[in-house]
């Protein structure tokens, strides 16, 4: 099969094509006919070393896949409800840069009717991502407000559209006013150019002073301190990234006073049933939205699978809205 293997540690440019063996699928596992896959963050932090693959995953990037199925026991596929050629979106471990991939059954999900596999392929990292923090762990409800940082990446514009679909209010961070138009106009009710506003003071005047519910934040860094002081009093700061810097100083009596939850997680090195159970809650409460119209992908760019250096390049530039994702017919 094709594929798009890493090199050598270091920029685009390591990313080359190249033939690998089939996978195989093991017990629990479906094996996928890959037609689209989506870029995401960790899939750069791996290219330059820094993202080490879980034991027992393919040192190929690609941490989701949408395709048909081609492959595995009687028993998996009735586990998951699927049979061969049914069409399916993935989240897997690593693997994902190649024409087939090994998937765990519990981690397929049919594709929502109405989209294409280019579409499909950019839901399962980011819906995850989003569902397992902003609603698992944070447990946004209607009628609280969300704080994005950096609402217009994949994981932005899917919280997005998941939390105004439940009635909460969103405000986003983004880094142009290109980007806060194009979130507006995705959903998003405020949007707050980091580089010319504070979005703790901006978040404290939209929001009358109460402050923001829930934090998703990809930054970390100093964005710790300055999201205590625009929480609200039993807010819940989810971390998912540190793209800012794994140092914070933090004001610990805020921390108290505002008896504000403060949680980190990463999700590829969960367990296969973890993410099952997360499947499975998409599959019933969110693939609705999607299929009638009130979600949607939204996609910048699509790449040949040859051109993967290409896009990690624009993902990097981080002048993208929406999704980047590799086509592989």
């Known amino acids: 099969m094709r594929a798009i293997e890493i090199t050598a540690p270091g920029g685009p440019e390591v990313l080359q094509p190249c033939e690998r063996p089939l996978p195989v699928p093991k017990a629990g596992e479906l094996l996928i006919a890959v037609q689209a896959s989506g870029i995401n963050r960790p899939d750069v932090l791996q290219r330059k070393g820094l993202y080490p693959m879980p034991p027992g995953v393919s040192d190929l990037p690609g941490l989701e896949i949408a395709g ?67 609603f698992g762990i944070a447990k946004l409800q209607g009628g609280e407000t969300l704080l994005v940082q950096g609402g217009s990446s994949g994981i932005g514009v899917t919280a997005i ?46 929001t009358s002073g109460k402050g923001a519910h829930v934090i998703l934040d990809m930054v970390a860094g100093e964005y710790l301190g ?48 973890y993410k099952t159970a997360i499947a499975q809650e998409l599959k019933a409460q969110a693939w609705p939205l999607i299929e009638a119209g009130r979600v949607k992908p939204v996609i910048h760019q699509v790449f040949a699978a040859d051109k993967a250096s290409e896009a990690h390049a624009l993902m990097e530039s981080s002048t993208h809205v929406g999704k980047i994702v590799l086509s592989w017919v």
């Open 161 to 206: 559209q998941l939390a105004k679909a439940i009635g909460a209010q969103v405000i986003v961070t983004a880094g142009s006013d290109e980007k806060c138009a194009a979130c507006v106009a995705i959903g998003a009710d405020h949007a707050i150019n980091y580089r010319t506003q504070d979005f703790a003071t901006e978040v404290k005047r939209i």
């Open 68 to 134: 048909t199925v081609a492959g595995g026991s009687a028993e998996d596929l009735a586990v998951a409800g699927l049979a061969i050629g049914d069409a399916v979106c993935a989240l897997v471990a690593g693997g994902g840069y190649a024409e087939f991939c090994v998937a765990p059954a519990g981690q397929c999900l049919p594709v929502p009717r109405g989209l294409t596999m280019i579409e499909a392929a950019s839901l399962p990292e980011t819906f995850f991502t989003v569902w397992q923090n902003v």
């Open 226 to 273: 300055l999201e205590l002081a625009c929480a609200a009093e039993d807010g819940r700061i989810a971390v998912i990234a540190v793209q800012g810097g794994t140092a914070s100083q933090i004001d610990a009596g805020l921390l108290l006073r505002k008896r504000i939850q403060l949680t980190g997680s990463t999700l590829r090195p969960r367990s296969v049933a």
